[in-house]
């Protein structure tokens, strides 16, 4: 009998291109750091987002703003020793890419040399198709992200719906088209109506991941922390929770303290 490890096969984004195809969905979460992403591989997610949330659910930054080309790079390189399955793809941070073609090239070849992850993401329309096209010149693969990108907060005000006016919506639209044209390899729709984000993945080839964008799209997304529920104050309608880890974890550490405190931990049976 052989004793050999199966090694699971790597989803790529031709694994992708193939499921929309097949009209399977696609399943993406995200993971920043060794140990959940080692979990949340081994339980068949097809896409891990290193996304630049870490700057919210793992440094406490109100925004995504200030996170680091550096710190997204020391959390993707985790994620990828974590790995064996899914495709890895890395937020390119803000301020790293827009309006400077040059360097959204050499900032997408850090991440893919420095972390070893499969392909990169950024935020926006038309203003980053020259980066997404110079990023494609060395053979990065490059997924987009249209409707609530929260990189532009400050210009949006607030976390509100996006592209319910026809005007915004018509823009939408045509900035998914010009990323296709462009080379991305796949789109993330954030918080969009259900039918537009439909419409998007009917007309386009490439398969479209949505975060509360319906499930007329090709895949979802969520933020692990807030799907498994260990951040309790964020709740918008989008989000299910499939599990309540803070109530987990704050029981687990209670009882942990009071057990200390009370002498029962260690016993006989856990001491030397
Ligand atoms: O940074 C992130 O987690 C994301 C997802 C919300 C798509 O971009």
Not at 227 to 239: A, T
Not at 258 to 266: E, G, I, Q
Request: net charge negative; charged share 25%; hydrophobic share 40%.
């Amino acid at each position: 009998m052989s004793t050999a490890k199966t090694e699971a096969k790597r989803v790529t984004t031709h694994t992708l291109q193939e499921m929309k195809a097949a009209g399977q969905r696609i399943a993406m979460l995200t993971a920043y750091d060794y140990s959940l992403a080692r979990l949340v591989d081994s339980a068949g997610v097809d896409v891990i987002l290193v996304g630049d949330s870490a700057s919210n659910v793992m440094a406490g930054h109100e925004t995504t703003l200030p996170i680091t080309l550096d710190q997204m790079i020391y959390h993707a390189s985790a994620v990828v020793r974590g790995c064996e399955r899914a495709l890895i793809v890395v937020d390119l941070p803000f301020g790293t890419y827009q309006g400077d073609t040059k360097r959204a090239l050499a900032s997408a070849i850090r991440i893919m040399k420095e972390s070893g992850a499969h392909a990169v993401k950024l935020e926006g329309g038309r203003e980053v198709i020259g980066s997404v096209e110079r990023i494609l010149t060395a053979g990065i693969p490059v997924m987009g992200h249209l409707g609530l990108t929260p990189q532009s907060i400050y210009k949006f005000g607030t976390y509100v719906v996006r592209a319910r006016e026809q005007e915004e919506a018509d823009r939408l639209r045509e900035d998914a088209s010009l990323l296709e044209q462009a080379g991305c390899f796949a789109l993330v729709l954030e918080k969009i109506p259900a039918g537009l984000a439909g419409e998007v993945a009917g007309k386009l080839q490439i398969p479209i991941i949505g975060i509360g964008a319906g499930n007329k799209v090709d895949g979802q997304v969520l933020v692990l922390h807030d799907m498994l529920g260990i951040n309790k104050e964020f709740n918008p309608r989008f989000l299910r929770r499939y599990a309540d880890l803070h109530e987990v974890i704050t029981g687990a550490v209670s009882h942990y303290v009071a057990d200390v405190r009370s002498r029962d931990f260690p016993n006989e049976h856990e001491q030397y």
